[in-house]
T-cell receptor
Framework: AQKVTQAQTEISVVEKEDVTLDCVYE???????LFWYKQPPSGELVFLIR??????QNEISGRYSWNFQKSTSSFNFTITASQVVDSAVYFC??????????????FGKGTHLIIQP | EAQVTQNPRYLITVTGKKLTVTCSQN?????MSWYRQDPGLGLRQIYY???????DKGDVPEGYKVSRKEKRNFPLILESPSPNQTSLYFC??????????????FGPGTRLTVT
């Protein structure tokens, strides 16, 4: 069975600090997909990134970067120079199979990130 | 604009009074799904549908029903709501084909309180 663990329930940092959100996953499939979603205080779920199991390249998008390491089954998310607008709950999710959406998403419990001004 | 819509956005009801939360998408997606979000538990899948007239249970289906009579709509039905179904509900949709995984597009959420 698939499982996603986000061990950090809540993280609080001061604005402009860098922060890393951890995500560890478990799956028996060789083909799977990893996602990060952001949930701001307004409640909607905002898609951030999708990564498939065959692509271990790290990705950078502005202040956001993701480190995917199959050897440790981790898909960590780093925010550089954090801003108050980054305050949100962040979810890591996993989908198994070659038809990613068809297998549904297994979510971690989320990390509540608080950026203090 | 491509989107998933849910109605109502907020609902307070009483135990046992049947209710339906509607979900509609305009992206011609085959796959639709319902999740519930509870504090400390993240999001858990309730039901999903691969296409019209094809539905299946997710991880927490007890107390819920769904139907998929049209591709664009996937209503969530609570025949006899109970207080433990108080939660934030999300509908999602995505394309389905045997290839790279697709992101799921989420609706804005429905906050349900059962008293």
């Amino acid at each position: 069975a698939q499982k996603v663990t986000q061990a950090q329930t809540e993280i609080s940092v001061v604005e402009k600090e860098d922060v890393t959100l951890d995500c560890v996953y478990e799956t028996r499939d060789t083909t799977y997909y990893l996602f990060w979603y952001k949930q701001p205080p307004s409640g909607e779920l905002v898609f951030l990134i999708r990564r498939n199991s065959f692509d271990e390249q790290n990705e950078i998008s502005g202040r956001y970067s993701w480190n995917f390491q199959k050897s440790t089954s981790s898909f960590n998310f780093t925010i550089t120079a954090s801003q108050v607008v980054d305050s949100a709950v962040y979810f890591c999710a996993l989908s198994e199979g070659s038809g990613g959406g068809a297998d549904g998403l297994t979510f971690g419990k989320g990390t509540h990130l608080i950026i203090q001004p | 604009e491509a989107q998933v819509t849910q109605n109502p956005r907020y609902l307070i009801t009483v135990t046992g009074k049947k209710l339906t939360v509607t979900c509609s998408q305009n992206m011609n997606h085959e796959y639709m799904s319902w999740y519930r979000q509870d504090p400390g538990l993240g999001l858990r899948q309730i039901y999903y549908s691969m296409n019209v007239e094809v539905t299946d249970k997710g991880d927490v289906p007890e107390g819920y029903k769904v139907s998929r009579k049209e591709k664009r709509n996937f209503p969530l039905i609570l025949e006899s709501p109970s207080p433990n179904q108080t939660s934030l509900y999300f509908c999602a949709s995505s394309l389905v084909y045997r290839g790279p995984g697709h992101e799921q597009y989420f609706g804005p959420g429905t906050r349900l309180t059962v008293t």
